[in-house]
């Protein structure tokens, strides 16, 4: 979850002013791209995670949670802008549903309430960690937004590593 969601302390930080590096006087439409996405996403995204796993609909939300960031540091238009967010959207409501859910899998029924506890505190420190690192990194400086962006993408692709790594130990496991 930290890793997941550092890209919207990103997102809410450094945002208002990279969409005015395109002349886009309403900096609300990209949060609504980036809302519709990700409020459709979650309707089949908890299904799909209930139907194929938790963690393949988290490594597929990951991945595309990285290229999202990876690519809105370097998009040269607004609809490319628009695009990313989008794609952004379709990323976080596809790690959102599906983490809370393998969060009360994982979890003693008598400690579930510490659990999401302790998913919601990871949530904050994410979005937090988000907010000052990209802050520090674009320092008001234009030309630093792309590595602010790509420091998410970065936060993404650790998240996406430790998760491929979870499931392959958890296959050496079972084989014993």
């Not at 609909?57 to 991945?63: A, Q, R």
Request: glycine share 10%; net charge positive.
């Amino acid at each position: 979850m930290l890793f997941g969601i550092y890209g919207y302390g990103v997102v809410l930080t450094i945002i208002p002013d990279f969409v005015g590096e395109f002349g886009i006087e309403n900096k609300g439409i990209y949060l609504l791209y980036l809302t519709i996405a990700s409020v459709s996403t979650r309707f089949w995204a908890g299904r799909a995670s209930d139907v194929y796993g938790r963690l393949p609909v988290l490594i597929w939300g990951l991945v595309i949670t990285c290229l999202a960031m990876f690519f809105t540091g370097i998009v040269q238009t607004a609809s490319q802008l628009y695009t990313t967010s989008f794609v952004l959207g379709i990323g976080v409501g596809m790690l959102s549903p599906t983490i809370f859910a393998w969060t009360i899998d994982l979890c003693p029924e008598k400690f579930r309430g510490k659990g999401m506890a302790t998913l919601y505190i990871a949530l904050e420190i994410g979005i937090g960690a988000g907010a000052l690192v990209s802050a520090a990194i674009y320092n008001n400086d234009s030309n630093m937004f792309v590595y602010a962006f790509w420091s998410c993408s970065v936060a993404s692709l650790i998240a996406l590593l430790y998760l491929i790594w979870y499931k392959r130990h958890l296959k050496r496991l079972a084989t014993y």
